[in-house]
């Protein structure tokens, strides 16, 4: 029985998990600390941009998925990449087709659905978890997507390294009707109290009032 | 064959058309329903082959249902018009075309709609329409009687004036006139 599992390792094992998605999410658990915060007119993504060396760029954390929707997440870069394609594809096929702004539910339903996918064969799982902030006629969305391809709705999410720590954080001070510059100024907070000391951090955010995704100009660490 | 007409008013939208089916020089049937209501709020009226024309509507149907049920908020009438015509679209471009002209008509959030798709998949908003052979005949009437603050009942019976004057005239239109009213609360009473 053992020698059987050890030969099939992407089956449950016998206490009826699936090893690689666990294996899949310790992956993300070691990715930066990256925040999704959803308040009464905005959704914010702040993301930790990992310390980078001399003469080298830092990564792009945050990415407008389409005008109205963005993303961001931790865990594998390349994977992030990916994911983030996946959902860019999805929306501008949307367009094609309806000529309107996709949905931010039907953005993580696609999402899902491929991470899923990966879940079930001989593959290796996507290292790799994706938080998703936009506007539509359904109001603010703030969407987690876990690498099972578990959908999360909720107004505040933390992935990535000590996520637990920084979640803490910005549970304790959050309010619905909490300011952008006191958002970011929160997760900012909680990104760097993660890591225990000041970070490059990327935000994004989607305003109520405008509809629209934009990545904020990367600040400097302090 | 076929006359059907949208109108668009500040109320509402009309939708009428007539009920001969044409098997060549041969009245097929005197009784074909050309008004398909998609759901409370959005409805469409057919002309070209039939069975094209209903499978087009069926599959709208299951499609917007699908959609609605995903995303969890109904389409707009734009929407519906902009799937059909990509249906539609893609089957002419695979060599298989639907033979339809469809009036997509209805209201939503933002009000009243009347959308036009041919079989090339073109789409086109108008404050009034007419499809079908006895299109050139109906829009005679309405380019005569269609103002653009025409009141929702006056615009009914515009419309079944226009699909009468039709019949008497082209062959293949005729067997009398059914017509469909969506006013704009319609859409209130649906799910959102």
């Known amino acids: ?222 | 064959m076929t006359t059907t007409v949208g109108i668009r008013t500040k109320d509402g939208v009309v939708l009428a058309a007539d009920k001969r089916a044409s098997k060549g020089f041969f009245v097929g049937s005197k009784v074909v329903q050309k008004i398909f209501a998609l759901d409370d709020a959005t409805a469409v009226a057919i002309a070209g082959q039939m069975s094209d024309a209903e499978y087009l509507v069926s599959l709208a149907k299951a499609e917007r249902r699908l959609l609605t049920l995903r995303r969890g908020f109904p389409l707009s009438v734009r929407e519906s018009a902009r799937l059909i015509s990509s249906i539609v679209y893609n089957g002419m471009k695979s060599y298989n075309p639907f033979f339809v002209e469809l009036v997509v008509a209805g209201v939503d959030r933002e009000g009243a709609h009347v959308y036009t798709n041919d079989m090339s998949g073109a789409v086109t908003s108008e404050d009034f329409m007419s499809s079908g052979s006895g299109s050139p005949i109906a829009y005679g009437v309405l380019e005569q009687g269609y103002r653009q603050e025409i009141a929702l009942d006056d615009a009914r019976k515009l419309a079944e004036s226009a699909v009468r004057a039709a019949m008497e005239r082209d062959p293949g239109s005729g067997n009398g006139v059914d017509v469909l009213v969506v006013p704009n609360h319609r859409f209130n009473a649906e799910v959102n």
Do not use: W
């Not at chain 1, 860019?88 to 949905?103: G, K, N, P, S």
């Open chain 1, 1 to 222: 029985m053992a020698a059987e599992m050890q030969r099939m390792p992407f089956f449950y094992n016998p206490e009826g998990r699936l090893v690689q998605v666990d294996y899949a999410l310790q992956a993300v658990s070691r990715g930066s600390t990256t925040l999704g915060l959803k308040a009464k007119d905005f959704a914010l993504l702040s993301s930790q941009v990992r310390p980078t060396r001399a003469l080298l760029e830092p990564a792009e954390k945050v990415f407008v998925v389409d005008e109205h929707v963005g993303a961001t997440g931790s865990g594998y870069i390349g994977d992030v990449n990916t994911l983030v394609d996946e959902v860019r594809v999805a929306a501008q096929r949307h367009r094609l087709v309806y000529e309107t702004r996709i949905d931010v539910g039907t953005l993580s339903r696609v999402l899902s659905q491929h991470l899923h996918s990966f879940t079930l064969y001989a593959v290796r799982p996507f290292g790799a978890s994706v938080i998703l902030a936009g506007l539509d006629e359904l109001g603010l969305q703030l969407v987690q997507v876990d690498p099972s391809g578990t959908p999360f709705r909720g107004s505040g999410f933390a992935i990535g390294q000590n996520a637990d720590e920084a979640l803490e954080v910005v549970r304790q001070g959050y309010r619905p009707d909490m300011t952008l510059d006191e958002a970011l100024a929160l997760t900012t907070r909680a990104i760097e109290g993660a890591n225990g000391g000041s970070s490059q951090i990327e935000h994004g955010v989607v305003r109520r009032e405008t509809g629209k995704f934009e990545r904020l100009a990367l600040a400097a660490a302090s």
